[in-house]
């Protein structure tokens, strides 16, 4: 069975720093991309980032170009969210989503994990 | 960035009515859309891929369909195990980008 597991959101300051990660299991990791969507309290879905399966193509929306670094290690199936320079829109349920096999769809989504960027 | 626009954004309907959700490119996209159902609390779900595609699992009561610039999400005939937010995501162009959601309440 296909599991992702978020771990590592929590309260910040403005200007604060989180790590995110999100440990997969029941499949092949290494295999697939993988991405951060997100959602603002009461909001609609926001993609964030995706990585490339050997971590050498990553992408970004424009409004955390710069602050967010998505990453990966494969050795142990996680996938990381790197979040400097926090902002209080950044405040959300962060999801990580695993990219399907025949096309650029979401098929699989970890139960999500929650930052608040707040002074 | 290439918008996308959800109508209705919240409907109300019986059980057993064909529902119908309307999501609008703002510029051609081919068939790359997506549709996800979210229930309160929930991670989204994939339903629909390609415009037109059920996903492995999801109920024949889901349809997809449109290309270009229109597309289209039906219910065939609604359940109550249906009520949640319907969002379509196009993956043409970077950023993705959702539409705005359309939340379906049983009336």
């Known amino acids: 069975e296909v599991q992702l597991v978020e771990s590592g959101g929590g309260l910040v300051q403005p200007g604060g720093s989180l790590r995110l990660s999100c440990a997969a299991s029941?499949?092949?990791?290494?295999?697939?991309?993988m991405s951060w969507v997100r959602q603002a309290p009461g909001k609609g879905l926001e993609w964030v980032a995706s990585l490339k399966q050997d971590g050498r193509e990553t992408y970004f929306v424009d409004s955390v170009k710069g602050r967010f670094t998505i990453s990966r290690d494969n050795a142990k199936n996680s996938l990381y969210l790197q979040m400097n320079s926090l902002r209080a829109e950044d405040t959300a349920v962060y999801y990580c989503a695993r990219r399907g096999s025949y096309s650029q769809y979401f098929d699989y989504w970890g139960q999500g994990t929650l930052v608040t960027v707040s002074s | 960035d290439i918008q996308m626009t959800q109508s209705p954004s919240s409907l109300s309907a019986s059980v057993g009515d064909r529902v119908t959700i309307t999501c609008q490119a703002s510029?051609?996209?081919?068939?790359?859309l997506n549709w996800y159902q979210q229930k309160p609390g929930k991670a989204p779900k994939l339903l629909i891929y390609d415009a037109s595609n059920l996903e492995t699992g999801v109920p024949s009561r889901y349809s997809g369909g449109g290309s270009g610039t229109d597309f289209t999400f039906t219910i065939r005939s609604l359940q109550p195990e249906d009520i949640a937010t319907y969002y379509c995501q196009q993956y043409d162009t970077l950023p993705l980008t959702f539409g705005g959601g359309t939340k379906v309440e049983i009336k």
């Open positions: 029941g499949f092949t990791f290494s295999s697939f991309w």
């Open positions: 510029q051609d996209i081919s068939n790359h």
